[in-house]
C-alpha cells in the first residue's frame, strides 16, 4: 500500500493538483493520508475538498476545518485566518459542511497515526520542539505519528535514553520508519511556511517501511490571482510568493 501524504492543503487546488501529478508520476499512490486544514486561507475550499474526496482516503479534523463551520472559534484565530476562514465556510454546501464536522480528531493509516496538531491536543498545538514532542510520543502507538499545523517540514525521533532529536526534512529524502519512533510534519501543502515556496508533501510505502518527502513547483501566480478575485487579505497572498 502507497500512501500520499498531505498536510494543510489550506483551499489551495494548484498546489493540491501539482501534488497530486508528482505521487503519480512517481509510481502513484492507493490513497490519501490527509492530517488536516483542508480548508482555509486559500481561494478553493469546496474543490479540494472535491478532490480530496474523488480518492480513497483517511482524514483528520484541522483547526480551520472547524473553524470554517463554527466547531470552533474563530476568536483564537490572527484577523486574516479569522477572515479567510469565515469565507471558505460561506462557500461550502451542507455535505461538505457535515463531511468536515464528522471527521476524526485521530486516524491510522499503516504505521502512521495521523493528528493535525499533536497526539496531545489534536486541533490546536503546535508541535515545533523537542520538549513538546517528547510528551507526544508515550500518546501514540504507532512507529510514526504524523502531523501538521505549522506546515514546517520536521522529524522528531525519539532516543534510547529518552531524548528526542529534531530536524528539517529535505528535499527527496526517504525515512526508514522500522524500528523508530518518529514524529513527522511532511510540511504545508497550500502555504509552505519554511522560506521555500515549493507545494510539500510526503510519499508512504507500507512495503518498503519508508516515508519519502518532496517539494514540488507549481504555479503560484494563478492561487493569488484567484485570491484577488475573492478578496482573500493581501497578506495571505503576499506570503505564497516567499513560503513563509
Same mark, same amino acid.
Given at each position: 500500500?502507497?500512501?500520499?501524504?498531505?498536510?494543510?492543503? =489550506?483551499?489551495?487546488?494548484?498546489?493540491?493538483?501539482?501534488?497530486?501529478?508528482?505521487?503519480?508520476?512517481?509510481? #502513484?499512490?492507493?490513497?490519501?493520508?490527509?492530517? %488536516?486544514?483542508?480548508?482555509?486561507?486559500?481561494?478553493?475550499?469546496?474543490?479540494?475538498?472535491?478532490?480530496?474526496?474523488?480518492?480513497? =482516503?483517511?482524514?483528520?479534523?484541522?483547526? =480551520?476545518?472547524? %473553524?470554517?463551520?463554527?466547531?470552533?472559534?474563530?476568536s483564537d484565530f490572527?484577523?486574516?485566518?479569522?477572515?479567510?476562514?469565515?469565507?471558505?465556510?460561506?462557500? $461550502?454546501?451542507?455535505?461538505?459542511?457535515?463531511? $468536515?464536522?464528522?471527521?476524526?480528531?485521530?486516524? /491510522?493509516?499503516?504505521? !502512521?497515526? $495521523?493528528?493535525?496538531?499533536?497526539?496531545?491536543?489534536?486541533?490546536?498545538?503546535?508541535?515545533?520542539?523537542?520538549?513538546?514532542?517528547?510528551?507526544?510520543?508515550?500518546?501514540?502507538?504507532?512507529?510514526?505519528?504524523?502531523? %501538521?499545523?505549522?506546515?514546517?517540514?520536521?522529524?522528531? @525521533? +525519539? +532516543?534510547?535514553?529518552?531524548?528526542?532529536?529534531?530536524? !528539517?526534512?529535505?528535499?527527496?529524502?526517504?525515512?526508514?520508519?522500522? #524500528?523508530?519512533?518518529?514524529?513527522?510534519?511532511?510540511?504545508?501543502?497550500? +502555504?509552505?511556511?519554511?522560506?521555500?515556496?515549493? /507545494?510539500?508533501?510526503?510519499?508512504?510505502?507500507? @512495503?518498503?517501511?519508508?516515508?519519502?518527502?518532496?517539494?514540488?513547483?507549481?504555479?503560484?501566480?494563478a492561487t493569488q490571482?484567484?485570491?484577488?478575485?475573492?478578496?482573500?487579505?493581501?497578506? $495571505?497572498?503576499?506570503? !505564497?510568493?516567499? #513560503?513563509?
Amino acid at each position: 500500500m502507497r500512501a500520499l501524504v498531505v498536510a494543510d492543503v =489550506h483551499g489551495n487546488l494548484a498546489a493540491f493538483e501539482a501534488v497530486i501529478a508528482d505521487a503519480r508520476r512517481r509510481g #502513484g499512490f492507493d490513497l490519501i493520508a490527509c492530517v %488536516g486544514d483542508i480548508v482555509g486561507y486559500g481561494p478553493a475550499p469546496g474543490e479540494c475538498l472535491a478532490l480530496l474526496r474523488s480518492f480513497p =482516503h483517511v482524514a483528520v479534523a484541522g483547526n =480551520h476545518d472547524w %473553524g470554517a463551520i463554527g466547531k470552533v472559534s474563530l476568536s483564537d484565530f490572527n484577523p486574516a485566518a479569522a477572515e479567510a476562514c469565515r469565507w471558505a465556510g460561506a462557500q $461550502l454546501n451542507a455535505d461538505q459542511r457535515t463531511y $468536515l464536522e464528522e471527521l476524526p480528531l485521530t486516524a /491510522t493509516v499503516g504505521d !502512521l497515526t $495521523l493528528a493535525h496538531g499533536s497526539p496531545r491536543d489534536p486541533i490546536w498545538e503546535y508541535l515545533v520542539s523537542e520538549s513538546a514532542a517528547r510528551a507526544c510520543f508515550p500518546l501514540f502507538n504507532t512507529p510514526a505519528c504524523l502531523v %501538521g499545523h505549522s506546515h514546517i517540514p520536521l522529524l522528531f @525521533e +525519539q +532516543q534510547a535514553d529518552g531524548s528526542c532529536a529534531e530536524r !528539517l526534512l529535505a528535499p527527496d529524502e526517504a525515512v526508514p520508519l522500522q #524500528g523508530r519512533r518518529l514524529i513527522i510534519n511532511p510540511g504545508g501543502v497550500g +502555504q509552505p511556511r519554511d522560506r521555500d515556496p515549493r /507545494t510539500a508533501y510526503a510519499l508512504y510505502d507500507h @512495503e518498503a517501511r519508508t516515508l519519502t518527502h518532496r517539494r514540488v513547483a507549481y504555479d503560484i501566480a494563478a492561487t493569488q490571482e484567484a485570491m484577488r478575485r475573492h478578496g482573500l487579505p493581501q497578506s $495571505l497572498i503576499e506570503r !505564497l510568493s516567499y #513560503g513563509v
